[in-house]
């Protein structure tokens, strides 16, 4: 069975810190790995990695896939009150004709003022 | 562009009561299609995928049901809810570059 485990499983910070957020998993067909962030409602996409050691990047995120630990990092840097959200990581298993998501229980990030 | 549009946002229902909810996606021709359902403080379980009209599988035995009656919808069903039925529910499609789902407002179920 597709097991992801992320750590922490929640986070407090203040404003300009800069956090690591970590997600292992196990999958067999191991597809890609994808990071989302959800607020209130729908989890909005991030990132999707798929080959280790190329780190992908928007503002003040960033992210990098090591596929040989089996792991992932999520990096924020200089956190603002907005990025308070709860952060999924999902890794896809290739079986079949569709592309299943099996999701981490997510690490709930508050940033204080 | 593509959308996503589910409905309702919130949702208040008896134990033994019929369920419905819906899913519709905008700009998108065969889409595949999912619901997940999102208990507090857990992760998304993925609960019935669909790939096209009419085809279903599911993920988890349990009390719902899904359909897929034309390309771009996709319904969640119950047609006796349980308490255990509570949570938020997620519909999802899949998008280019594939593997990337794209998720709609989801519907917070309670069931009394």
Wanted: aromatic share 10%; charged share 15%.
């Amino acid at each position: 069975e597709d097991k992801v485990v992320q750590s922490p499983l929640s986070l407090v910070v203040h404003e300009g810190d800069t956090v690591t957020l970590n997600c292992s998993y196990e999958v067999t067909n191991f597809r890609s790995l994808l990071w989302y962030k959800q607020e209130k409602k729908a989890p909005t996409f991030l990132f999707m990695l798929t080959s280790s050691g190329i780190e992908k990047k928007s503002g003040r995120l960033s992210s990098i896939l090591d596929k040989k630990e089996l792991f992932s990092i999520l990096n924020i840097t200089a956190t603002q009150t907005g990025d308070s959200a709860v952060y999924l990581c999902a890794v896809c298993n290739s079986g079949g004709s569709n592309y299943k998501l099996t999701f981490g229980k997510g690490t709930l990030l508050t940033v204080n003022p | 562009s593509q959308t996503i549009h589910q409905w309702p946002a919130t949702l208040v229902q008896p134990v033994g009561s019929p369920l419905s909810l819906e899913c519709t996606v905008e700009g998108t021709s065969n889409p595949n299609l999912y619901w997940y359902r999102q208990a507090a403080g857990r992760g998304l379980q993925l609960l019935f995928y669909s790939v096209g009209i009419g085809q279903i599988s599911s993920e988890v035995p349990q009390n719902l049901s899904a359909s897929r009656p034309q390309d771009r919808q996709f319904i969640l069903s119950s047609k006796k809810l349980l308490l255990s039925d509570s949570g938020f529910y997620l519909c999802a499609w899949e998008g280019a570059p594939r593997n990337i789902q794209y998720f709609g407002a989801g519907t917070r179920l309670s069931v009394l």
